[in-house]
């Protein structure tokens, strides 16, 4: 069993950043790939990036170039960069763990586990 617990979302301005950390109980953590979701009002949740249990990464085209993911499996914990924010990327942002060590997909059933979410307001 895993436990998710995000933090570090906020208000920020446009042009701004933030940094959000998902912080895992369990001991196989490690061998886990660890997805960013988010979710606005209205929409459907969506991948904004995920790392392999060996940190290859992958991003949503929106975010390339704006967006870091990276893990630290001595601590247990994935962070989520986010520079350069533009209001679009409001939204809830989640982050989940998947049993499959390389690449789930972008599909949020793929996702085994899932922390309860942070907010990230962008202002223009």
């Known amino acids: 069993q895993v436990q998710l617990v995000e933090s570090g979302g906020g208000l920020v301005q446009a042009g701004g950043s933030l940094r959000l950390s998902c912080a895992a109980s369990?001991?196989?953590?490690?061998?886990?790939?660890v997805g960013w979701f988010r979710q606005a009002p209205g929409k459907q949740r969506e991948l904004v990036a995920v790392?392999?249990?060996?940190?290859?990464?992958n991003y949503a085209e929106s975010v390339k170039g704006r967006f870091t993911i990276s893990r630290d499996n001595s601590e247990n914990t994935v962070s989520l960069q986010m520079n350069s924010l533009k209001p679009e990327d409001t939204a809830v942002y989640y982050c989940?763990?998947?049993?499959?060590?390389?690449?789930?997909?972008?599909?949020?059933?793929?996702?085994?586990?899932w922390g309860q979410g942070t907010q990230v307001t962008v202002s223009s």
């Open positions: 790392i392999s249990s060996s940190s290859t990464t």
């Open positions: 369990g001991r196989t953590f490690s061998r886990y790939a």
């Open positions: 989940a763990a998947s049993t499959s060590s390389y690449y789930p997909g972008a599909r949020p059933l793929m996702y085994q586990y």
